[in-house]
Nanobody
Framework: QVQLVESGGGLVQAGGSLRLSCAASERTFSRYTMGWFRQAPGKEQEREFVAAINWNGGSTYYGDSVKGRFTISRVRDNAKSTVYLQMNSLKPEDTAVYYC????????????????WGQGTQVTVSS
């Protein structure tokens, strides 16, 4: 069973920064595209695409609402890999539960294409 573990969420003031992490075994991440999605309060039926990175980190893609403020990256070591989401210049509208996810396809913005998900981490941005 694939296990993705997110961390790094919290409460921050508008304009501040947070870094989210998504950890799993290297076997879980190897050769997979990884993505971040978010689910805002009152929008439980909708997971918004935030960012994605391909298997070797050579290609990234961002949602329009976070472009220029968020950066996705991935780091490998021998047995473990981590995907990061650096979030700068945070706004109250960034408040959401953030999810890490894995897909066997090329970079995609569609949540339905991701087959494994983490449990989510809450990010709250105060005004």
């Amino acid at each position: 069973q694939v296990q993705l573990v997110e961390s790094g969420g919290g409460l921050v003031q508008a304009g501040g920064s947070l870094r989210l992490s998504c950890a799993a075994s290297e076997r879980t991440f190897s050769r997979y595209t990884m993505g971040w999605f978010r689910q805002a309060p009152g929008k439980e039926q909708e997971r918004e695409f935030v960012a994605a990175i391909n298997w070797n980190g050579g290609s990234t893609y961002y949602g329009d609402s976070v472009k220029g403020r968020f950066t996705i990256s991935r780091v490998r070591d021998n047995a473990k890999s981590t995907v990061y989401l650096q979030m700068n210049s945070l706004k109250p509208e960034d408040t959401a539960v953030y999810y890490c996810a894995r897909t066997g396809t090329m970079i995609t913005t569609q949540a339905a294409n991701f087959d494994s998900w983490g449990q989510g981490t809450q990010v709250t941005v105060s005004s």
